[in-house]
């Protein structure tokens, strides 16, 4: 770490957004060469991100072999397993139940997939999100074992479906939850529950709380093939390969905005490698309907394919991203994925919609600490990708609540903000009967509410979390990991800061700060995005791109005042490969005056 009299980066203690600057790490300013730096450029990001000298080595290619964990460290894992292979051996009817996003998908598929590699056809269930909400509905569990199912295997939900699991068990059917939500003291009755965020977990399972429920999932099957081994179930036929799953357990993981350090970091690494293969029918097809040309990277699983399957959730069909996920039949494929493009257009449309009727209610909220918005008519399939667009745009939690006329009921999803647990915070407010069911993790939960207990739930969040965002919000840093030249902003950088990755939350993408520039040109283009031309007093001159960045006072600064001024920019190194050849672009984040 340098000296605290330069941990101002440039000087900067208030940006043109109104932040201080700081490195993330040590001092990894080469705008003047890269001499003086002690170590690689790698060798900085992975230590800055956390990690020990002593440890390099196993980060900087994070395979499932240094970081996976025997899968019996989980309460209640060997009891999963013996029961999903019992049913694998004696050719029971399971059914896989999911929940409607990209983790619940992904999950759901990834056993379906495994059930199918072991000889054996498993059924799928994903609740309507409109019509069933969320959760396992005992209404279903029941129906699903007369039915002929004879174990259920939820994913993605069921941590707190108490009255749901014990209508099942009364029906004679065996649940086994695979979760990684919240979970209460008191546990729902099941034959196995799998969550490393139970409250009775061990040190190691706990220590992978961080994990999307794909990744317990996948946990599962190797637990199962495991058990399955021992019983001699693969001497007459072949074991199947389980890094065939890695794609869905990368798509997952992501786009559920899991933590990326560990064991999760390893997942996707290796899932991104068996993505580029294109062995899974509907995976390929989604790739090709994302427009994309090359074997995706880390950001196009959270930015292109992950909304296209939540679209099937949110607006469409709920079973449509299970179904592209499994099938085997190419044509299908093609046609599932041309339909959720379509969804996505138009989940896109009802999301801007439902987000200017949200952000119309800001000022009026300008001095809550966690920000309750709430409509009738808003789509409650949007209500999550709006809060958490609110959220960045405010630097608060935010909760979006769709309410129903007719009912009274409002259905709400919220998003968090590094250092406030919304999740704690929403199953307290429901044990405290503010509300009728709710869930979650520390950066995301669901809810369900009375409409006219909203008010008295947005006072109660901000009893308690107040001083928790006060907190977070006093240390609002642009953290940076360099600074070069803008003769530096290169490809060749672009590639050497990737190789620190895969990135996401809890490892996050490098941020460099490039300048001194002046803007040869600054305009407004698509949906409130800025797009600027920065030049250097060397003659050259490179693009940036803030999104959605337009009314900000960052894009109104550099729309308005910055001609004729010098002005670092601060932001992500990414490569435009659209052109003749490749060229490095900025994600813009922030801007300072350099005079």
């Known amino acids: 770490m340098t000296d605290q009299s330069l941990s101002h980066v440039f000087g900067v203690e208030s940006s043109l957004s109104g932040r201080r600057w700081q490195w993330r790490g040590g001092n990894m300013d080469v705008t003047g060469g890269a001499a003086g730096l002690e170590d690689d450029i790698v060798t900085q ?25 025997d899968p019996s460290e989980l309460r209640d894992m060997d009891a999963a397993a013996d029961r999903l292979a019992q049913a694998v051996m004696t050719g029971e009817t399971v059914t896989i139940y999911g929940d409607y996003d990209v983790d619940g998908a992904t999950s759901a598929a990834l056993l379906v997939r495994l059930l199918r590699m072991l000889g054996h056809d498993a059924r799928y269930y994903i609740p309507d999100r409109l019509l069933e909400g969320y959760g396992p509905s005992g209404a279903a569990l029941v129906r699903l074992a007369e039915e002929g199912s004879s174990l259920i295997v939820t994913v993605d939900c069921g941590a707190m479906a108490h009255e749901a699991l014990a209508m099942a068990h009364d029906a004679g059917v065996d649940v086994i939850v695979v979760d990684h939500h919240k979970c209460a ?57 389980l890094f065939a799953l890695l794609d869905l357990v990368a798509l997952g993981t992501v786009a559920d905005v899991a933590a990326l350090h560990g064991l999760n970091r390893a997942l996707v690494a290796q899932g991104l490698k068996v993505m580029a293969r294109r062995e899974n029918i509907g995976m390929a097809a989604l790739i090709d309907a994302s427009r994309l040309t090359r074997a995706p990277l880390c950001s196009d699983l959270g930015f292109a394919l992950g909304p296209r399957i939540n679209a099937g959730g949110r607006v469409g069909e709920a079973t449509l991203g299970v179904r592209l996920l499994t099938t085997e039949d190419a044509g299908e494929a093609a046609a599932i994925a ?55 745009k405010t630097g608060k939690p935010a909760i979006v609540i769709a309410a129903d006329g007719d009912s009274g009921i409002g259905k709400g999803s919220g998003r968090s903000i590094p250092g406030v647990d919304l999740g704690a915070a929403i199953i307290a407010a429901r044990e ?130 910055a001609q004729g001024r010098r002005l ?28």
């Open 338 to 392: 041309a339909q959720l493009s379509v969804l996505n257009d138009e989940r896109r449309a009802i999301e801007q919609a439902v987000q200017e009727a949200a952000e119309a209610q800001l000022p009026a909220q300008h001095n809550r600490a966690v920000l309750v918005l709430a409509g009738r008519g808003w789509h409650p399939g949007v209500i999550g990708i709006v809060a958490g667009r609110i959220k960045e």
């Open 568 to 595: 670092w920019l601060a932001g992500r190194a990414k490569v435009d490969d659209w052109g003749a050849r490749p060229a490095a672009e900025l994600h813009l984040e922030d801007a300072a005056w350099a005079d």
């Open 185 to 241: 003291a008191e546990l729902p009755r099941a034959a196995a529950l799998v969550n490393p965020n139970r409250l009775d977990e061990g040190a190691v399972g706990a220590s992978h709380g961080h994990l999307a429920a794909v990744g317990v999932a996948f946990l599962l099957a190797i637990a199962t093939v495991r058990v399955l081994r021992r019983r001699g179930w693969f001497e007459t036929r072949a074991e199947p390969s």
């Open 45 to 69: 990001l992975l230590l800055a991100r956390g990690v020990e000298r002593g440890d390099l080595a196993r980060h900087r290619n994070p395979t499932l072999r240094d970081f996976l964990p």
């Open 432 to 561: 405290a009967g503010l509300l009728a069911a709710g869930g979650g993790h520390a950066m995301a939960a669901g809810l369900t509410v009375d409409e006219a207990r909203i008010g008295e739930l947005a006072d109660w969040l901000d009893a308690r979390l107040g001083a928790a965002v006060a907190r977070a919000s006093a240390d609002r840093a642009l953290l940076l990991d360099m600074a070069v030249a803008p003769s530096g902003l290169t490809p060749e950088l672009v590639h050497t800061l990737e190789a620190a990755g895969p990135y996401g939350v809890g490892w996050p993408g490098p941020r460099v700060a490039i300048g001194p520039v002046h803007l040869v040109r600054a305009e407004l283009v698509g949906n409130d995005h800025l797009r600027l031309i920065a030049g250097s007093a060397g003659g050259g001159s490179f693009k940036a791109i803030a999104f959605r960045a337009g009314e900000s006072a960052l894009g109104q600064a550099l729309l308005h005042g």
